[in-house]
């Protein structure tokens, strides 16, 4: 199963639905309830599948379908092509990660469906590589045409530990517009690149005043992070630039409010740098527009989930924790599903040239998923 959804070149910059395709004829199989979402150009889906009762109680299994570019990696192998080399299993996504989603399609075929007591969902999106943009979605329809699930597990590679709480990312375009005249005559214009350095010189300081106050959070490093990733702008050396633009983030604590670093920022950009960029152009603006924002995953005092998923094979040795790396958990959680992230192979590979997973990885997730099986036919 693996190495034929590794096949899929689900790149998300291209379409996965020959993926969603050849998985929901093979749902079907199964008598599941299938339901796609679109993205707006409709080259995209996501698919949300129902087995079982229409009943309370239920469990989501979820993985994104997407993969990131192998462009410019050096692979030894066929990225596209899950091979074995000394015990290991290569090929991109085989961590990130089409190895929790191969498990529970492939153990679908060991579930007695007529036993089913509570509804199994799967959930398979598109684009959680370029910022989540497809999960909201999903979950929405999902609620609107099923019964809410108690329980979601996101199998992002956390070699089967659970993560019950990470961080947000937020990510912004910032665009400072001023006047261009000859760098001789600055008083004739408003030079945007200043202006956008003064912006960064106070993101930078919002960021080193989060980590003076670092709490004492399980995610690495625990701090609220900002960083400025891109910046263009400018023509030459004796021109006052008219244009400078800039991609920023910041990837909030768990229990960071995610609201406070903007509005921070533009009370700044208000109260200081408009004003002087418009002292000798009226016209001078700085725009911020939110390019992907994903929720974090907060802590659940109840940690309903987390003491659900304790339980099950597969998972009973492991650790709990926080991480920084960010997933769709946070979207189910927000929709009322208690949620905890979950998955066979190591984040350490994602995204790497010559990605790989452990089979042992895979096994220990089987058991899991077999455990959330018997669950469902109240087994235990
Ligand atoms: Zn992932």
Known sequence: MLARLVAFPTVSRDSNLDLIDWVEDYLKSFGARCRRTWNADRTKANLFAAIGPDAPGGVVLSGHTDVVPVDGQDWRTDPFELTERDGLLYGRGSADMKGFSAVFLARLALLNRSALQRPLYLALSYDEEVGCLG???????????????DFAIIGEPTTMQIVRAHKSINVFRTVVTGRAAHSSQPHRGAGAILAAARIIEHLDSIGRERRAHAGDSGCEPPWTTVQVGRIEGGTAVNILPSHCEFLWEYRGLPDEDPEQIIESLQGFIDGEVLPDLREFAPEASVETTSVARVPPLMPDSEAKAERWVRDLSGVREG???????????????????????????????????????????????EAMVDDVFAYLCGAN
Do not use: K, W, Y
């Open 135 to 149: 999960i909201d979605h999903m979950v929405e329809d999902a609620l609107a045409n099923f019964t809410r699930p």
């Open 319 to 365: 650790g709990s924790g926080e991480v920084s790396f960010a997933t769709e958990a946070g979207s189910f959680q927000r929709a009322g599903i208690s949620s905890v992230v979950c998955g066979p192979g190591s984040i350490d590979q994602a995204h790497q040239p010559n990605e790989f997973i452990d089979p042992a990885e895979l096994r220990r997730c």
